[in-house]
C-alpha cells in the first residue's frame, strides 16, 4: 500500500495543492482509481511517470516508518466523507478506509488491520458494545484503539461504553478538530 497515494499525499509529494491534482487527474494527466467509499487513489509510479514528464521534481525518500491506518465506520456517508478527508489531510499523513455496515467492518478490521477504529455506535446493524468487546477480547485486534460516536448517548452510556473497551466516546455533531486531537493522541503522535 506504500506506492498508493491519496490526494492529499500526491499534493504534498508534487508540491501543489490538491486541486491541482483532481484536476491533473480528471483530464486524464494521473492515472487514479476511486474506493469502494470514492476516494481517489494513485500509484506512486504513475505519479512520478507523470512528474517525470513535466519536468517536476521527485523528492528522495525518507523512511518515516509505516503510517497509522485508521478504520471509520458510519453509515452516514456525508460523516464518513467529512472524517475521512479531515483525516487524510491531517499532518500525520494516515491511512484511512471507511465501512458502511457491520459486516464491512468486520472484513476491514481483518484484512486491513486499524491502530484505531472511530465507530458509530448507533447503526442499524452494528451493537456498538458488542463491537467493542469482541475488538477487545481478541489477541490479534485488542491493541486498536476505539473512539465511539453517538448523537444519541448520555453520559451513562458513554461510561458503558467505555467498560466495554471504548478509549474515547464522543457526541455527534462534533467539532473535526476535536476529533483530530483524540486521534493522535491515542497513536501516540501528540
Known amino acids: 500500500m506504500e506506492d498508493t497515494l491519496t490526494v492529499f499525499t500526491a499534493s504534498k509529494y508534487c508540491n501543489v495543492s490538491s486541486k491541482t491534482i483532481i484536476n491533473w487527474v480528471e483530464a486524464g494527466h ?16 504513475d505519479l512520478e511517470m507523470f512528474m517525470r514528464s513535466q519536468g517536476i521534481p521527485i523528492p528522495e525518500e525518507k523512511d518515516e516508518g509505516a503510517r497509522k491506518k485508521i478504520l471509520v465506520v458510519d453509515d452516514d456517508m456525508i460523516i464518513v466523507e467529512s ?9 500525520f499523513d494516515y491511512e484511512v478506509l471507511s465501512a458502511s455496515d457491520g459486516f464491512e467492518a468486520g472484513l476491514q478490521v481483518n484484512h486491513f488491520h486499524p491502530d484505531l477504529l472511530i465507530l458509530d455506535i448507533m447503526m442499524p446493524d452494528i451493537k456498538g458494545y458488542e463491537v467493542c468487546e469482541k475488538i477487545k477480547t481478541n489477541e490479534k485486534t485488542k491493541d486498536i484503539k476505539i473512539i465511539v460516536l453517538s448523537a444519541y448517548l448520555d453520559d451513562d452510556k458513554f ?16 467539532p473535526l478538530s476535536q476529533l483530530k486531537d483524540e486521534v493522535a493522541k491515542l497513536l501516540g503522535l501528540k
Not at 83 to 91: K, P, R, T, W
Not at 161 to 166: D, P, Q
Open 30 to 45: 494521473i492515472k487514479a482509481y476511486r474506493t469502494v467509499g470514492g476516494h481517489r487513489r494513485i500509484k506512486k509510479p
Open 83 to 91: 472524517i475521512v478527508q479531515a483525516l487524510e489531510e491531517d499532518e
Open 159 to 174: 461510561a458503558q461504553m467505555k467498560e466495554h473497551g471504548a478509549d474515547v466516546c464522543l457526541s455527534k455533531p462534533l
